[in-house]
């Protein structure tokens, strides 16, 4: 059926579901007292830890070149203001009280089709919405031009909304939606997600607070053992959905995550419905927030999709939200940051720098291969000197790191996810072109996420990745033949430059694993 035609209501009635981080629970959600004094412990010495090493590093008596060294500092901190923000999300981390679905609510729930994606995934994640046992109405938002897609939707026996030319991608079309139908809560999910039959009944309690206008869950994924790729991509989602979201329950609730997330229809009215942008998830929770709504965060794992499986999706998906992060910060968040209520605005703020990143990668790229060539340094200090001060800060890093895991949603995804930290850092190309379509005002088209793996060139994704492997090859070769060989600024940028290169080449390999074509089998 088309149209606003209203589809036969599916489900049961709500099963009062096991409390949050009750026995069904996959990962702990439970903070005893010893556990919150013991992260609270190990942060203010993480923190002096910190302090430590910015002190030291401050001090003018190996500070070279000031115009080189506030670059530098910037790209230095960086990473370390990183990880004081996790570290203040996990010491303020607040799980929810589990509260039972009331019975009797409206329920729609909403996935989208855009041209190209394919019918196999529709075949898997359909029957799941359907499924779901919370009573509910379930619409396919078709915009992908496939007939094929709606003979599914016919067979799995849910409603066809024709979403043939609707503007705003994937907000246009729930908003299209959101005027034919008139669920009081609204249940988003992407096409890859295939819910769970308790998807329901675990996030509907927290609309018993009627300030709350969303609830977010987790987002996690079915095909993380695809590719390296895959993986990295997945595990740079592992602590945002752990810890982080967790503390953003005490910091003024969660932001709205584009998967997963259900919405007070009521809320959505108020601001006009979904945002169309780049970022339309999280201009949307600005919104509410600003209105004055409130949001709350279920971690549970109700659903599994699809994470990028090659380097051109993930660097595509990358650059789109990027560019709409920057967008934000430079055009809406002054206008809605007085709007905020208290801790939301530095959240939102903190939130809305994080592709900054690019520029710290950038230039610690960058400058030891200027140093190298020219012999203007920064600073000179023995590498012994460096590593000292920098030691206390990588201990109580790992320390916490390691605690942290203990609240990572799923037992798998434990560990030092240090393939998601190299994926990071050799993304700096396109947060660098973002922030350079965001000054500019350039049009980044809103394209979804590849659902399958794509082959091809992927080498010349990599072209600023190699340039700087060779390049830093080169500057170390020019250091250790000239005079300056056996100054302390000389070697400590040789060791950043050798290190600089063993950090590119995952992203140099992954590049070429893709370029290869698919084996037949």
Sequence with gaps: MDGSTRAPVVGSAAAAPAPVGGAAAPASTRITTGERLLVWTLVFVAVQAVLYFALWWLSPDHRRNLPIFIPLTFATFWFLFESCVFWTYLAGM??????AAPAGLTVDVFTTAAPGEPVEMFERSLPAMRDIRYPHRTYLLDGSGNPELGSLAERVGIDRI??????????????????????????????????????????LGQFEDPLVGFVQVVQAYYNQSASWIARAAAEQTYGFYGPILMGMNRFGGPLAIGANCTFRRAALDSIGGHAVHLVEDFVTSLRLHAGGWKSA????????????????????????????????????????????PGWERLRYVVSSTYYLIGVAIAINLLLPIVFLFTGIWAVEQPIQSYVLRLVPFI??????????????????????????????????????????????GAKVPYLPTAKTRQRGNSLRLVVPHVAIIILSLAGIVWALQSPLADFDGTRLMIVFASINCVLMLPTVIAAVADARPKERA
């Design 162 to 203: 024709d979403c043939a030319g609707v503007g705003g991608a994937k907000a246009g079309k729930v908003n299209h939606a959101l005027t034919l139908t008139s669920g009081e809560i609204v249940l988003v999910l992407d096409p890859d997600h295939e819910a769970e039959p308790e998807f329901l009944d675990r996030v």
């Design 94 to 99: 607040k799980i929810p009280v589990g509260r």
């Design 395 to 440: 201990t109580m890093f790992l320390l916490l790191h390691l605690l942290s895991q203990r609240w990572m949603r799923h037992r798998s995804e434990r560990g030092l996810q240090w393939r998601g930290m190299l994926l990071k850092l050799g993304t700096w190309p396109v947060y660098l072109m973002a922030l350079a379509f965001a000054v500019a």
């Design 297 to 340: 965060y279920v971690p549970e794992i109700v659903a599994r999709g699809l994470v990028p499986e090659d380097l051109q999706s993930y660097f595509n998906q990358q650059l789109k939200w990027a560019t709409g992060m920057f967008q934000v910060l430079f055009g809406l968040m002054p206008r809605l940051f007085w709007k905020l």
